[in-house]
């Protein structure tokens, strides 16, 4: 799978995202909004810049999850408790203060940071989700054989649509 980033011109400019990703596959990773949380749930940090920072980290740890990683995002979407624009100079700090340690492109893929009124605990003041088409994603997988099964071991049909690991039962059809 390649990424493209592309800031037309035309376009505001500069800004410390692109506007534009252009990728090409058929498999993506959606990453859901992360938080400042551990993986037993605890608080990690209480302010802006700490909480933007371990959002990331998070969303790095959902992407590599899904074979992906930063390289391969197309969109991230923040969402800010009680944001003002005289905040952006934190929340841009924290960004950079993990961008070598998550291999966050410098500028950032396109982006959107939407303020909000409170997030769905009150402690949390910034939430990160991303998308992308992780690069060298398999295509699409074979078509089932006659039969049910596939050419992959491990792996047969789900009425011919899609594909699940032997001995997983399949979702019922839609």
Known sequence: M????????GMTQPVPYHHVAVATGTRQVHVAGQVSRDADGQAL??????QTADA?????????????GFADVVRLTFYVTG???DRIEDFLAAVGD????????QPLPPSSLIGVEILFQ?????????IAPPAGAPPHPPRPRPGGTHERAGTRACSG???VRTGRTPAAPR
Do not use: M
């Not at 993990?98 to 492109?105: D, I, N, R």
């Open 56 to 68: 990331l980290r998070n969303v790095a740890v959902g992407l590599a999850g899904g074979g992906a």
């Open 122 to 130: 009150p402690d949390h003041r910034v939430e990160v989700a991303a």
């Open 83 to 85: 944001w003002r624009p």
């Open 161 to 163: 649509r899609c594909l």
């Open 45 to 50: 940090s209480a302010d802006l810049r700490g």
């Open 2 to 9: 390649t990424v493209t980033y592309v800031s037309p011109e």
């Open 98 to 105: 993990v961008a070598a340690e998550l291999g966050l492109p």
